[in-house]
């Protein structure tokens, strides 16, 4: 048998010991999904899903896979999301947090996530303010609908800094406002009509520094005339005490000393 002959019958034998090694990977890689996959979750390793939808969760998972690229956390009790909710997952693209019960989101909740994001939904939950530093710079489509939001200077600024979903943006309703009359409207359509809450709200701020100014000043005023009023009263009782005194007679002496003295 010749070189040639024998390298041709090494290839087969070759091929199945490729296949073998790149079977012996993905059985890896599919264990390992299993091993680091949340509890009464589904991870797919394939498309990079992780599906923890409808589990009657009240915190963020903390052992959600790195490579995970979209993240379901619907239909659970969610109250609040922590910093670093969802630290290293740096290949996170969609993220659904809607149908929860959540009230607080701190500053750090999404500053590990990257700006490739490219959707947040946040619907149906019980978001009132949220503070800017939250969304930081994120470019992602996001879903704010049904909330019970307060209608502010706050959530405008937050509506210009985001990147809305064109086709939800109108179910952004004033659960309560500022103006008791903008309960119950559709805040963008607000602000469409000319309607700006942060003049508003520095019309409002300059109209509580003129009333707590002309509170101080009112104050200060009463004590002035408490004081002088009041000292005008110990001066008349001292008066009355000077002229109640009885009053001495002059004797010879006392004369001679006062003319000695003149």
Not at 7 to 14: F, S
Not at 22 to 41: N, S
Request: proline fraction near 4%; glycine fraction near 4%; include cysteine.
């Amino acid at each position: 048998m010749d070189h040639a002959e024998m390298q041709v019958e090494m290839v087969p034998g070759r091929l199945q010991i490729l296949m073998s090694m790149l079977q012996f990977l993905i059985l890896g890689q599919y264990i390992q999904c299993i091993l680091m996959c949340p509890t009464d979750c589904t991870c797919s390793s394939e498309s990079g899903t992780v599906t923890c939808t409808n589990k009657d969760l009240k915190e963020i998972p903390k052992d959600i896979p790195t490579d995970t690229y979209v993240l379901h956390l619907e239909f659970n009790k969610i109250t609040n999301i922590p910093d670093g909710a969802f630290k290293d997952l740096h290949w996170l693209r969609e993220l659904y947090l809607s149908n929860n019960l959540i009230e607080t989101i701190l500053p750090g909740a999404f500053q590990d996530i990257s700006d490739d994001l490219k959707l947040l939904d946040l619907s149906n939950n019980r978001l009132r303010r949220v503070d800017l530093q939250v969304f930081g710079k994120m470019r992602a489509k996001t879903r704010l609908y049904h909330n019970p939001w307060h209608c502010e200077c706050l959530l405008q600024e937050l509506i210009v800094s985001l990147q809305l979903d064109p086709e939800t943006v109108n179910e952004i309703i004033c659960d309560t406002s500022v103006q008791e009359e903008y309960a119950g409207k559709p805040f963008i359509q607000l602000l469409n009509s000319g309607i700006n809450f942060c003049s508003m709200q520095q019309k409002t701020t300059d109209v509580a520094m003129l009333v707590t100014m002309f509170c101080w000043f009112t104050m200060v005023i009463t004590y002035v005339v408490y004081y002088v009023r009041q000292n005008q009263e110990d001066a008349r009782r001292h008066l009355e005490y000077l002229k109640s005194l009885p009053s001495k007679q002059k004797t010879p002496g006392d004369a001679d000393t006062v003319s000695t003295v003149l």
